[in-house]
């Protein structure tokens, strides 16, 4: 109750909104909020206290957090920024700050002498190429010229198989080229004849006819093999991965100089070989850079001499890698591709 001949004050502090009595104000008699609202991202609050809401009732009735008399002064209102209209149409320039150029390093010779790096061999390609060793000392034998009875011909679609010297003199009928699986159609690349059933294909017989061959021999010269290969990089490293398996780290070889990379695989089993030479787009740190050799690949982790991403992994070269051998192929259409394929294990 107000006291006699006093007027009721409304009270302005921050979540109070009552009335007093100013004869009988306290100290603890006004509960209030002394922080500013604040409202970010869907919330809404007091800057004084923890509490926060999404919902605008509930916020109003959040209980204040601080005791104090109650006072019939208004709290100032937020100073709203002064905007000079005389500055509106003024154009402020930004200037970004100048990049760092630093100076490329000078490209040294491509002829520049090369180091071998030292490759981290992983132990299964190790036992693999062992068991490989182990298995070729097992199984030399003495070269006869002796045919087993029942070896077939290697000539394609000759069906025959060697019962005697009399085998030889009967005539090998046979396909000169080699089987072509094309948009559902088989067929051989020296004649005309097509199928879509697989066993019809087997079965056709042969357009020429010659002599059989029972033994294949080992052709001499080129022992090249191709490999695939591919590449990527990171900030600081151009990663080079070549695909291969059974190639023996002690043979095989990695080279380096810093524009230039050199790589040797040494395929036992065929007695053939892979060598890669390219001209790298970038320089690249020889003592920083290192090579893993692993059972399904050869990777050559390069390590960039100068900051930035390298558009291609080498400059073209006339010869950038061993040519490797090309089987002789007769044409059959201009308009289609060829898909050949080895029947030999069927």
Request: charged share 25%; glycine share 6%.
């Amino acid at each position: 109750m107000p006291s006699e001949g006093s007027e009721l004050l409304q009270c302005y502090n921050r979540g109070c909104g009552q009335k007093f009595d100013p004869q009988t104000n306290k100290e603890d008699s006004c509960i209030h909020h002394p922080g500013a609202p604040f409202f970010h991202d869907a919330y809404k609050g007091w800057s004084c206290c923890n509490k926060k809401c999404t919902d605008f009732t509930e916020f109003l009735n959040i209980k204040g957090c601080t005791k104090s008399y109650h006072s019939n002064v208004k709290p100032p209102e937020p100073e709203k920024p002064v905007v000079d209209k005389s500055k509106a149409d003024e154009v402020i320039e930004y200037k970004a700050p100048e990049p760092l150029v630093r100076e490329a390093l000078e490209r040294p010779s491509f002829d520049s002498p090369l180091m071998t790096l030292k490759v981290d061999v992983s132990p299964a390609l190790a036992q693999q190429v062992q068991s490989l060793k182990l298995g070729s000392n097992s199984q030399e034998t003495p070269v006869s010229s002796e045919i087993p009875i029942g070896t077939p011909c290697k000539n394609g679609g000759c069906k025959q198989v060697y019962e005697g010297s009399s085998s030889n003199y009967s005539p090998c009928i046979y396909h000169p080229g080699v089987p072509v699986f094309h948009e559902g159609l088989k067929f051989w690349s020296c004649c005309q004849r097509r199928t879509t059933d697989f066993n019809s294909f087997l079965e056709q017989e042969g357009c020429k006819t010659g002599t059989h061959v029972w033994i294949k021999e080992k052709q001499d010269g080129d022992k090249s093999v191709a490999c695939r290969f591919d590449w990527h990089q990171t900030a600081t490293h151009v990663v080079v991965s070549v695909f291969a398996k059974k190639y023996d780290p002690n043979v095989s070889s990695v080279e380096l100089n810093p524009i230039r990379l050199k790589v040797h695989l040494f395929f036992p089993e065929e007695d053939s070989s892979f060598d890669l030479d390219v001209e790298l787009r970038g320089i690249v740190d020889v003592d920083r850079s290192s090579a893993n050799m692993l059972q399904t690949k050869l990777e050559v982790k390069l390590r960039k001499a100068e900051p930035g991403s390298w558009p291609k992994l080498d400059f073209p070269r006339i010869a950038s890698a061993t040519p490797q051998k090309e089987e002789k192929v007769e044409k059959v259409e201009a308009d289609i591709e060829d898909d050949s394929v080895d029947l030999s294990d069927l």
